[in-house]
């Protein structure tokens, strides 16, 4: 059992597992343009959230001098370099003209590069699950194919674009389609460990008891919960999360982290980038075990066990 403080390699306290999902690499594209208009409009509207001024300059950036593909990732590899973590990178394969598809496509040479630079810097590549393959494992298994062909990679990891999930289907269904590790169990809508889930686990199929060969790593923070559906902001967004975070370390937890690489570099959402580097800064000076997700997995997996750490009774 990975049950207490200490279990985890060099005697770290607990485990950090960041991540960030790759929906969006382009400035300039046309989803991405009507999205930034529709966010105006309900700033307008509904009161959403946001800076209109810095808003209305994203949409002329993108339009007449757009961002350079990759370089949000850049940022993000420098960030973490400060600390020597590694992180997994999950890229979203569907159909590119589709409504919850990805914004950019596989063969695209931004991605190449962005690829490139994430394995220079000792990151992982996963599979960010698609909308339109949801519980489908033969979609799944296309998908993991598709992108360890692509970059000549073995892809390890899944997580499901907008934590779509349900039990026990998505697990099965990724099992089927050869994937070793799952990274979408977690609340969309509040931070913290889902069903106390503070640390990786294997779960069991209910109809017939068995235990699944899957390792599922367990959500504790995502951008989008703090920033888009609690609407918070700034100093109050970085507390929220670390109210999150600090019981995971408690119990010697495994502390997951997803950021989005297109809310880095942006003015309109700097703070996302600052709550970001905070997290990592105060992790980092609690020392712990910071590895891509495969690399979780493969120690998990390493230890025999089967069963790991119910949360209740490993506190
Ligand atoms: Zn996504």
């Known amino acids: 059992m990975i049950s207490a403080r200490g279990d985890w390699p060099e005697n770290a306290p607990f485990a950090v597992f960041l991540s960030h999902d790759i929906d969006q690499i382009h400035d300039r594209e046309l989803f991405r343009i009507l999205a930034d208009l529709n966010h105006i409009r309900r700033i307008l509207r509904q009161g959403e959230p946001g800076n209109l001024r810095l808003a209305g300059a994203r949409v002329l950036r993108s339009l007449f001098k757009p961002k350079q593909t990759g370089d949000d990732v850049r940022t993000i590899l420098e960030i973490e370099a400060r600390y020597g973590f590694p992180s997994t990178f999950f890229i979203l394969h569907d159909p590119y003209w589709s409504r919850h598809g990805p914004r950019y496509r596989l063969g695209s040479p931004g991605l190449r590069r962005i690829v490139q630079m994430v394995s220079e810097a000792?990151?992982?590549?996963?599979?960010?699950?698609?909308?339109?393959?949801?519980?489908?494992?033969?979609?799944?298994?296309?998908?993991?194919?598709?992108?360890?062909?692509?970059?000549?990679?073995?892809?390890?990891?899944?997580?499901?674009?907008?934590?779509?999930?349900?039990?026990?289907?998505?697990?099965?269904?990724?099992?089927?389609?050869?994937?070793?590790?799952?990274?979408?169990?977690?609340?969309?809508?509040?931070?913290?460990?889902?069903?106390?889930?503070?640390?990786?686990?294997?779960?069991?199929?209910?109809?017939?008891?068995?235990?699944?060969?899957?390792?599922?790593?367990?959500?504790?923070?995502?951008?989008?919960?703090?920033?888009?559906?609690?609407?918070?902001?700034?100093?109050?967004?970085?507390?929220?999360?670390?109210?999150?975070?600090?019981?995971?370390?408690?119990?010697?937890?495994?502390?997951?982290?997803?950021?989005?690489?297109?809310?880095f570099d942006e003015p309109e959402y700097r703070d996302w980038q600052w709550v970001y580097e905070q997290l990592l800064e105060r992790l980092a000076a609690l020392r712990p075990w910071c590895a891509t997700g495969a690399a979780i997995d493969d120690w998990v997996r390493a230890q025999g066990m089967p069963t790991i750490g119910a949360s209740a009774d490993s506190g």
């Open 122 to 263: 000792g990151g992982e590549l996963g599979v960010h699950g698609g909308y339109y393959r949801f519980n489908d494992p033969a979609g799944y298994r296309e998908s993991r194919e598709m992108v360890g062909e692509t970059f000549g990679v073995e892809v390890q990891g899944i997580r499901n674009h907008l934590l779509r999930f349900s039990f026990p289907e998505t697990w099965l269904a990724q099992e089927a389609a050869g994937f070793r590790y799952d990274a979408t169990f977690g609340w969309p809508d509040r931070p913290g460990a889902r069903d106390d889930r503070f640390f990786p686990f294997r779960p069991v199929d209910p109809a017939t008891g068995r235990e699944l060969d899957l390792t599922v790593l367990p959500l504790t923070v995502m951008d989008g919960t703090l920033f888009r559906h609690l609407r918070s902001s700034g100093r109050d967004a970085l507390e929220l999360a670390w109210a999150a975070i600090e019981p995971v370390i408690e119990r010697g937890g495994l502390v997951s982290l997803l950021w989005h690489n297109n809310y």
